[in-house]
């Protein structure tokens, strides 16, 4: 652990506070342009100072993460959730969502019929 206003490298800390599980998975994220810092795409060796909004995209959703303490190492828990507040909105009710459908795995390629119903469920006229 260093000293809790000293600068580190974007991934080092979400490796220490668990939002990736290997450093290097961090590190890809950042290549991929999945973590931004205030707004701006984020290279792995830039460096996170307390009061820096960092957001990450997981699985297709963001994460919006203030930065409050800066660590290197990892560590427990509770004591992760100290240096990172999470001000990351709720998800939407499953309600709210759109249903997609689902296809049996191995079921094969989609019959004439079925394919018409995709379309019209996707909102495509059949004379496209």
Avoid: N
């Amino acid at each position: 652990m260093t000293d809790a206003a000293s600068p580190v490298r974007v991934d080092s800390w979400l490796w220490a506070v668990r939002v990736y599980k290997t450093r290097s998975a961090a590190t890809t994220a950042c290549r991929a342009g999945h973590v931004r810092i205030g707004g701006d795409r984020a290279k792995a060796a830039q460096l996170v100072r307390p009061g820096d909004e960092v957001r990450v995209r997981i699985a297709g959703f963001d994460r919006i993460l203030v930065v409050r303490q800066t660590i290197v190492k990892r560590v427990s828990a509770p004591l992760a959730a100290l240096a990172a507040e999470d001000k990351t909105p709720p998800p939407p009710p499953r309600e709210l969502t759109a249903f997609v459908p689902v296809r049996d795995r191995g079921a094969g390629r989609p019959t004439k019929r079925e394919r018409r119903d995709i379309d019209r469920l996707r909102g495509r006229s059949s004379d496209d």
